[in-house]
């Protein structure tokens, strides 16, 4: 059998089973970043990802964006998970024939990034390879009254997002500035139960939250906020590389959020019970299907 | 230009020249590791290592065993500075024929590493990929007292070495235990002045500690450990992938870590002043002209 007929998340599962963890770990795999223990205050956050050419950038795009991205993509993970971002590691696996210009770019791109969110880009690896290979992993904090997790979705608790969906492979997801600051706006002023970037797609990302969470949820519509590059809202739902953030939060602190004057985040929907299910209700007021398709590498 | 006319180490260079690091990190990037404050005892220590099919480990290779390398290579690292390895972070980028089997020997290669040396795997990423990658990111700890840098050498130091060397890449570099036990051995007990693990080759891997601590030194061709696959002295001076441990402690230490009983460490050269250079003391009694080729990327 080929990882293509198995899947992505089967074989994410497949691994999962046989890691054995001691104490001094929070959370292992299976949120946005692991948990691990710090200090009195505060976790440890560490997390990793890889991007390849081909795969989650080509040949043509502009360098600076994709040294960019690299980093961007697990600052947002650490947004998500409510803390800030502190030291990164960077492997690169380099074709022999590149141009040093290309890597220059590349490295324009990551430290402009690094020095945005006051990140120590602190060691790395070089190899050589057929296409080029980034990876950065990077080690962040949280305030143990500040992490938010998938897992603490609630039935009643209100669906929010920042900023609008679809299209982001038209060239947002190379030029997204991860949510930081409107995660840390989140978690120092008010509840958050759940949250998750939405790197696969709304639908799929927010299935993860459901799924920690034992939870069912319905979705407006009407609600999704569509960017100018969607081309639908069912485009939108399954955009991938979104890099938004999705959260839930109880009905009371939800209509705080939405009354703050510093950032905007919309209502999209509803935290349900698990029988529920997760359901769409469309422009005419009924229950949709939904297509649970987001982005899987197999 | 292309960066194989620029050369690794230059490559490596030309990244450090960017970096600025803010008073959170103790070192950064040149070392064996990244050090990181931590708490009042201990500095947390941080590293990474990419593998790739084609270069550091091929096809027809048993991938329980590229598994177990990838995060041994890291283990190495962690102990060439004196620490500890916690956590890691293991990021996948797998060609979408791969059969399901050979990532299950993968896995098992690399969980049972993990469980030898009890290393939490706490996270992880996993992308499409023309060839086999393998990135993992190891977090570790040191006592304060223990950090062995690269740049501690001294003159009169004398410079020893686990095991034996040469030939590596006939099995070894796929099979090699890191040297973890040895070096808490060594930093527990004794006074190390620098430390690195040998994985560019014995010559190039000592040219980084006479560079980073301002000195020259004298090797002793007869006294150099040849495993049982190694051509000759030469080629065991040179080769990559050996994961032993090169170090330097005071005459009066290097003896009484000589009449340990517990593990066998050898005496190969001492440490000079940088304007002796690094030479080579051959089979003849005379001074050999060292051909520095180790191993290089590009």
Known sequence: MRISDLGEFELIKR???????????????GDDC???????????LFTCDMIVEGVDFYKTDNFSLVGGKALAISISDIAACGGVPKHAVVALGLPKNMQVNQVDLLAKGLF????????????????????LVIDVSVLGEV????????????????????GEFGGS??????????RLK???????????????????GLVQDLGHILEQSSAGAVLYESLIPLSKQAKNSQEALCSGEEFELLFTASRDQASKIIKNTKYRFKVIGEIMPASFGLRLINYKNRYARLKLKGYRHF
Not at 34 to 44: G, P, R, T
Not at 113 to 129: L, W, Y
């Open 143 to 162: 305030g143990k009254n500040e992490l938010c997790l998938r897992r603490g979705a609630k039935t009643g608790d209100i669906i929010m997002v920042t």
């Open 15 to 29: 691994f999962r089973k046989k890691i054995r963890l001691n104490s001094s770990v929070v959370e292992g795999s």
């Open 169 to 178: 492979i038209k060239g947002k997801h190379l030029k997204f500035i991860p």
């Open 182 to 200: 409107e995660a840390r706006f989140l978690v120092g002023n008010f509840k958050i139960n759940s949250m998750i970037d939405v790197s696969d």
């Open 112 to 131: 402009e990034m690094a020095k945005r969110f006051d990140i120590n880009i602190v060691g790395g690896d070089i190899s050589a390879s057929h296409k």
């Open 34 to 44: 692991a948990v691990l223990k710090f200090n009195k205050d505060s976790y440890q």
